[in-house]
């Protein structure tokens, strides 16, 4: 059973930075993909990122591009979210997922990853 604990989250100024965190553990994919994803109140939830573990290759919605980087530690099964630049718009409970997937639906499935984190909350003031 795979086990996602995401750390990291908290309340910062606009234009400030945070980093989030993942660990995971319990997984036997031969091939799969972590990912971030971010519900703010009253709101969808939306993908944010999604990197192919053991590739690297990542992808980003088109709101974060530029001022958020996906990342792993395969030493420590950690995926981390890098956030700068944040905006009161990011606030969110921000999620980690995780799933068996090809590098072709890494970014499509993410919103369907069966494996999900309890979520950390973001708060960006103005």
């Known amino acids: 059973q795979v086990q996602l604990v995401e750390s990291g989250g908290g309340s910062v100024q606009a234009g400030g930075s945070l980093r989030l965190s993942c660990v995971a553990s319990?997984?036997?994919?031969?091939?799969?993909?972590m990912g971030w994803l971010r519900q703010a109140p009253g709101k969808k939830r939306e993908e944010v990122a999604s990197?192919?573990?053991?590739?690297?290759?990542?992808y980003y919605a088109d709101s974060v591009k530029g001022r958020f980087t996906i990342s792993q530690d395969n030493d420590k099964n950690t995926l981390y979210l890098q956030m700068n630049s944040l905006k009161p718009e990011d606030t969110a409970v921000y999620y980690c997922a995780a799933d068996e997937a090809s590098i072709v639906s890494c970014w499509s499935s993410l919103y369907t990853y069966n494996n999900w984190g309890q979520g950390t909350q973001v708060t960006v003031s103005s």
């Open positions: 319990g997984y036997t994919y031969s091939a799969f993909c």
């Open positions: 990197i192919f573990i053991g590739g690297g290759t990542t």
